[in-house]
C-alpha cells in the first residue's frame, strides 16, 4: 500500500495516559497491550446507545416501540424520532454485540498463549456480569443488556476457536431463527383468543389509565418504581430473552469473533473493505430501515400489523448500517488515530461498562422521582441536548479518569474479582 491513506498505523495504544502501567501478573490485559481501535469503537458504541436509551429512561416505555402511544410526534420532534430510528435503533446495540465477541476471542486467546486455561477465567468473569446486570436491571432501569450479554457469552464461548466462515455462518444462522420466530408469532396471531390480544395489546397500546399510573409512579422515589421496574425486567429476561433478543445477541457475538479473526475490528484491512461497509449501509441498509418506517406508519401502528413485525425491517437493516459505522470508524482511526477525539472515544471505550453505568445514573437521576422527576416531560427533541452534554461529561472524565487510574472504577472492581485478587488502580 503505498498511498499515504492505506497506511496502518501500529496495533498499539493511541491513547497515553501519563504513563503506562507495570506488568499485572494476575491477567488483565495492560495498557500497552490493548487494542486501540477496539475501544474507539467501543468508545463510539457506548455513546451512541443512549441516543436510544434516553427515550426509555425519560418517556413511557410503551413509546419505545410504538411512537404513537405517548408524546408529540409532529414537526422536529418527528425528525428526531426519525433519526434517531434511522441512524441508531439497534445500531449500537449490534456494534456492542459483536465487540463482545471480539472480547472473549480476545482474552481467551491472549490466556492461552500465556500459558493459562480460559475457561474459568472467562465464566468466572461473565457471571460477574451477569450479577451486574440484574442489579443494574432490577435496581436501577429494566432496559438492562449486561444480562444478555452475559447468558449469551456463557454459550459463545464454546464456538470461540471456529474458522471465521463457521463463526460468520453459525451467527447469522441464529439471527435468521430468531427472526423466523418473529415471523412465526406474527402469523399466529390470527388464532389468538380475545382476551389474549387484550393481554398482550396493552403493552402495544397502553391505555390512558396505565399510562397516567407509569408516570406517577417515575415521578414518585425508588421504592414506588419498584413494581415496573421488576415487571419489565423480568418480561425482558424471560419471554423476550428466549423468544428475540438471545438469538440476535448470541449471533451477533459470534459474527464479531469471526470479523475479528479476520481483522475487520483492527483497521487493518485495505480501505476498500471499509468503504464497501460504509456503501452498503448508504445503499441497502438505510433504504430498507426506512422502508420499515413507511409499511408501518400506513398502517398507523396498529396493534394487529406491528407487534411483531413492526422491528422486521430494522432487524436486518441494522445490520449493515453497524457495519457501516464500523468501517467508518476505521477509517477514522487509520487518519486521524492521534488527534483529541480519537484519543477520548479510546478512553471512553476503555470505560465502557463504567459509562453504561454511568449513563443510567445520570438519567434515572434526571427523570426519576427521586431525582428531578422529568420523566414525561421532556419531548423528543428535548432528549437531545441531555444526549450532547452527558456525551461531553463522558468523553471529559473518561480522559481525566484515565491520567490518574489503570481502569475504570467497574473496570478496576470487576477485573478484580474475575482474577479474585484487588487489582493496582492509581498510575
Excluded at 441516543?51 to 416501540?65: D, K, L, P, R, W
Excluded at 441512524?87 to 486467546?109: H, N, P, Q, R, Y
Excluded at 420523566?375 to 456525551?391: C, M, N, S
Amino acid at each position: 500500500m503505498n498511498n499515504k491513506s492505506d497506511q496502518v498505523p501500529p496495533i498499539e495504544a493511541v491513547y497515553h495516559p501519563r504513563e503506562r502501567p507495570s506488568g499485572v501478573q494476575s491477567g488483565p490485559v495492560l495498557q500497552s497491550d490493548r487494542i486501540v481501535s477496539l475501544d474507539v469503537l467501543r468508545g463510539f458504541a457506548v455513546l451512541g446507545i443512549l441516543v436510544m436509551n434516553i427515550q426509555a429512561f425519560s418517556m413511557v416505555g410503551a413509546a419505545y416501540m410504538n411512537p404513537t402511544v405517548y408524546g408529540d410526534l409532529t414537526g422536529l420532534n418527528y425528525l428526531v424520532w426519525l433519526l434517531s430510528h434511522v441512524l441508531a435503533d439497534s445500531k449500537f446495540m449490534t456494534i456492542f454485540s459483536m465487540l463482545f465477541g471480539a472480547g472473549i476471542v480476545l482474552m481467551t486467546e491472549r490466556q492461552e498463549k500465556a500459558g493459562h486455561k480460559s475457561a474459568g477465567v472467562h465464566y468466572r468473569r461473565t457471571f460477574l456480569l451477569l450479577l451486574i446486570g440484574l442489579a443494574h436491571a432490577y435496581l436501577l432501569w429494566y432496559g438492562d443488556i449486561l444480562y444478555a450479554y452475559a447468558m449469551c457469552g456463557f454459550v459463545v464461548f464454546l464456538f470461540r476457536r471456529c474458522r471465521p466462515v463457521t463463526l460468520l455462518f453459525l451467527g447469522f444462522a441464529a439471527i435468521t431463527f430468531g427472526w423466523l420466530l418473529s415471523v412465526f408469532f406474527q402469523w399466529s396471531m390470527q388464532f389468538w383468543p380475545p382476551e389474549q390480544f387484550e393481554v398482550v395489546g396493552a403493552f402495544w397500546n397502553p391505555s390512558q389509565a396505565d399510562i397516567a399510573a407509569e408516570l406517577e409512579a417515575y415521578h414518585s422515589g425508588w421504592l414506588a418504581q419498584t413494581g415496573y421496574r421488576i415487571t419489565v425486567a423480568m418480561y425482558m429476561q424471560t419471554m423476550a430473552f428466549i423468544s428475540k433478543v438471545s438469538w440476535r445477541v448470541g449471533g451477533l457475538m459470534l459474527v464479531g469473533m469471526g470479523l475479528f479473526k479476520l481483522g475487520v475490528f483492527s483497521a487493518g484491512l485495505h480501505r476498500n473493505v471499509y468503504r464497501t461497509m460504509i456503501i452498503l449501509a448508504v445503499v441497502v441498509g438505510l433504504p430498507v430501515v426506512l422502508y420499515g418506517i413507511h409499511r408501518h406508519m400506513a398502517a398507523g401502528w396498529a396493534f394487529e400489523s406491528c407487534f411483531f413485525a413492526a422491528g422486521w425491517f430494522n432487524y436486518w437493516g441494522s445490520i449493515l448500517v453497524s457495519l457501516g459505522y464500523v468501517g467508518a470508524v476505521m477509517l477514522a482511526f487509520r487518519h486521524f488515530h492521534n488527534t483529541r477525539i480519537i484519543n477520548s472515544l479510546a478512553a471512553a471505550g476503555q470505560m465502557a461498562l463504567t459509562n453504561y453505568l454511568l449513563q443510567t445514573l445520570i438519567c434515572t437521576t434526571i427523570f426519576y422521582g427521586h431525582g428531578l422527576g422529568l420523566f414525561g416531560r421532556v419531548e423528543r427533541v428535548g432528549q437531545i441536548p441531555i444526549v450532547f452534554a452527558i456525551w461531553i461529561v463522558q468523553l471529559l472524565f473518561s480522559v481525566w479518569w484515565l491520567n490518574r487510574f489503570r481502569f475504570g472504577p467497574f473496570e478496576w472492581l470487576w477485573r478484580s474479582m474475575t482474577y479474585m485478587k484487588l487489582q493496582p488502580l492509581r498510575r
